[in-house]
């Protein structure tokens, strides 16, 4: 696992979820925010309404394997650990190598596992952490900025590491995603959360049992 060496200062106890000053969390947000505008959504974090809503989404009982695209300064990260099962594990895929960094050393829980890499690699991350398959993966990722071809690659890869039933949650500023998601998944969802700035969507993607499966 690839990351920039930082000196560990206070860490969170495990799933808590209160290590690091808001400031600080700002700070880092927004220089990254400056140097990468485009692998990032918006300059303001995400709403502690969205946040909820997001994860109310979530069977947490039954959820053992739960992958996040992009989690930046952790601001879905903390409140996953604070829901996930004491067996579950959480995936943390991020291709800045500043946030992997920073939330390797701000976050101390054995259930977080932080690696740097595309999200279109997603199985074989799932693979190195003794997994093989997601029951959720959630992504904050901006699909409208990304490279061509590469949303595409992300949301089918995503499909086929989800479980069936499995969803894939995602949270944007624009539909542009769905061009990725209705070709390869049979059931996804749109609603919009105006108690975040700018108002966001929030997209529900499931992986349908495939027919073999269901017969």
Known sequence: MASIPLKKTKKAKAGKGKSGSFLS?????????????G?????????????????????????????????????????????LPADGMLLAIDLNLDFVAYLEAEIDDPRLRVVHGSAADVRRFIKEAGHYQADYVLSG???STLPDGVGAAICAETRRALRPGGAFLIYQYS???????????GDV?????????????????????????AA
């Open 175 to 185: 539909r542009y995603v769905l061009r990725f998601l209705n070709p390869v998944f």
């Open 189 to 213: 969802s749109d609603a919009l959360e105006w108690r975040n700035i700018p108002p966001c969507r929030m997209i529900r993607a499931v992986r349908e049992e495939d027919m073999a499966q």
């Open 39 to 83: 692998m990032i959504g918006s300059v303001i974090p995400s709403s502690a309404t969205l946040v909820d809503r997001m994860l109310d989404q979530v069977d947490w009982r039954n959820t053992r394997l739960f992958v996040e695209f992009g989690p930046g300064v952790g601001t879905f990260t903390r409140p996953i650990l604070d829901r």
């Open 25 to 37: 969390q700002w700070g880092m947000f927004f220089r990254q925010f400056i140097k990468h505008p």
């Open 141 to 143: 990722i901006p699909f």
